[in-house]
């Protein structure tokens, strides 16, 4: 028992420093001046000119953009979600948030390639519409999920007495959210923002399609700068995502400097997934109201309107993503798409796609189960505070690594130096630090949350801690094990960063690999990528929109089961 619990805790650390590992020793093998990286904007490979200024500017602004965008709605949202509507209609509404956060990255590539970019290319006059403008609006669609849900869970905390008191002394409803609601979960949602920030920072996929990967541009003036929000930029994630990556090797200074700008972006995603999870004490001084005003009822109204109207945006981002992908991709509503091999560079249904797809999940779902709920009751039952902390962290910043990272990790370490090529097993290793995080800290929130009568009287009964966790601890949690695995394959199903360097290839794999070494599979993600790019092509275009409904079919199937199965244990007390 205690082997298998502490192998979890195990094996989540030792991914991690898989990862930061990589990273130093491919520093290590050529040399790397870090104050040009950082200072200087030119980046030229033949001539030995290695500067991250340009990435790193890029990468602000198209966070900067996101954030700017996303809050703002997602905070109004949340609020209107916890304290506006009643439970009936906010758990929908709050089901519709969740469904837009599964929505593969890739989507939100097409989406804005299919969108955005020809809104920026009229609205800007730009040729294409590829630019920073257009990465920060896709962003700030994906991330508004994050800042709803998070938010949520913050308002949800804040005890009723508090709503209570303040209605008691007269407040009307905004002045209640104002000087009550707000304070105390202030730190919460500033937590769901940061963990927005992360996803924004370690992003890929989504901005490679739409963000013009163009080097070296840096403004010098505010001129410049509003200028080159709608133009083409590069930002730290999509050039590690391109083919420098590759064609670098293995070694020297043009890897180094490549690796040197991957720990840049791994500091940031890991400070900003620390920081937004960190624990805060709640600061109840705050919670007073201020003097109500003359324009009390009409200033209540203009925010009711405003926060249920923000609501009423995630919902429709969802319906209109739904629409698209029903009227661009109604090729997946015939059946022979999907059971039909495909054809030439863009003929044919997604037969092996999908098989490869499904094997992916199935392999991460094994090997990254027994790692995560070891990790979480690791961390849930017998780790010290301390320690639990730690691990804790470890697990949120593993979780927080930008799955370009995993690809280069594997690509590096398995494919390369183990010698497994393009494999099957390879591409499920390096989405296993997708699932893992969120089985671990699912499971230990779950143990968080058991009746203290019920670990007395376990132990009074005179049952061991390894009997006491076989008997009480996994019973009681499995169903929210179960839920934050789905939740975890939803994610890992529409992964394209990873399996692109370690186990897809775009045509010529078996439908099922008969080995490990120089294995690929074909699968949904980086077929819809690979046909995305070839974005003139009508035939291509089609065939990447139904792949897209096919893989946005598989992940809603995932998620709606994990949602199914929190809403039936929610509140529910284990008797048994």
Not at 8 to 25: K, N, P
Not at 110 to 124: E, M
Not at 309 to 314: E, F, H, I, R, V
Request: overall charge positive.
């Amino acid at each position: 028992m205690w082997s298998w619990v502490y192998a979890g805790a195990l094996a989540v650390a030792g991914l991690l420093l898989a990862v930061v590992g990589y990273l130093g020793s491919g520093i290590g093998s050529g040399t790397v001046d870090w104050l040009n990286l950082v200072t200087e904007s030119a980046w030229s490979p033949p001539n030995a000119a290695f500067g991250g200024l340009a990435m790193i500017y890029g990468t602000a602004v198209v966070s900067v953009l996101a954030l700017a965008l996303a809050v703002p709605i997602g905070w109004a949202a949340a609020v209107a979600l916890s304290e506006y509507l009643p439970p009936r209609v906010a758990r929908p509404m709050r089901t519709c948030v969740e469904l837009l956060a599964a929505v593969p990255s890739i989507v939100y590539g097409l989406i804005g390639i299919a969108v955005i970019r020809p809104v920026i290319a009229s609205i800007a006059d730009v040729p294409g519409g590829d630019s920073l403008a257009a990465a920060g609006i896709v962003l700030a669609v994906m991330i508004v999920p994050t800042v709803v849900a998070v938010s949520v869970d913050a308002l949800s905390a804040v005890p009723d007495r508090y709503r209570e008191a303040a209605y008691s002394l007269g407040l009307t409803r905004g002045e209640v959210i104002r000087s009550a609601v707000l304070p105390l979960a202030r730190p919460g949602m500033r937590a769901a923002v940061l963990l927005g920030l992360a996803r924004a920072l370690g992003e890929a996929i989504a901005v490679f399609l739409v963000v013009g990967r163009a080097d070296g541009r840096m403004p010098h003036s505010l001129g410049e700068f509003l200028d080159s929000l709608s133009h083409p930029g590069q930002t730290l994630t999509t050039k590690l995502a391109g083919p420098e990556p590759v064609l670098a090797g293995t070694s020297g200074p043009h890897f180094a400097a490549l690796c040197g700008l991957g720990l840049i972006l791994l500091a940031l995603v890991a400070g900003a997934t620390v920081w937004g999870t960190r624990e805060r004490r709640l600061n109840t001084r705050k919670a007073g109201h201020r003097p109500a005003s003359r324009l009390r009822q009409q200033r209540d109204r203009v925010l009711t309107v405003w926060r249920l109207g923000a609501l009423l945006l995630p919902s429709a981002l969802l319906i209109g993503i739904l629409a698209m992908l029903v009227t661009r991709g109604s090729a997946a509503f015939n059946p022979s798409f999907w059971f039909s091999a495909a054809t030439g560079a863009s003929g044919g249904g997604v037969r092996d796609q999908i098989t490869g797809t499904l094997l992916l999940v199935a392999t991460t779902g094994l090997l990254a189960l027994p790692v995560g709920f070891g990790a979480g009751i690791l961390i849930g039952t017998h780790a010290s505070a301390r320690t639990a902390r730690v691990l804790q962290t470890l697990t949120l910043v593993l979780g927080g690594v930008p799955t370009i990272l995993l690809g280069l990790a594997g690509f590096v370490i398995l494919s390369t130096a183990m010698g497994w090529g393009r494999s099957w097993l390879a591409g499920a290793i390096v989405l296993v630090p997708v699932v893992a995080p969120v089985v671990a800290l699912t499971t230990a929130a779950r143990i968080r949350s058991l009746p203290p009568e019920l670990t007395e009287s376990a132990l009074s009964l005179g049952l061991t801690r390894a009997q006491y966790i076989r008997s009480v601890v996994i019973p009681y949690t499995w169903p929210a094990t179960i839920t934050g695995l789905l939740l975890g394959l939803a994610r890992a199903a529409g992964e394209t960063a990873p399996l692109l360097f370690t186990a897809t290839v775009f045509f010529g794999a078996p439908t099922v690999p008969n080995g490990i070494v120089e294995s690929p599979v074909q699968a949904l993600p980086t077929h819809i990528f690979t046909l995305s790019q070839d974005s003139g092509e009508s035939l291509a275009v089609d065939q990447a929109w139904g792949s897209a409904m096919v893989l946005v079919l598989i992940t809603a199937v995932l998620l709606s089961a994990a949602i199914a199965l929190r809403n039936r244990f929610e509140g529910e007390r284990w008797t048994t």
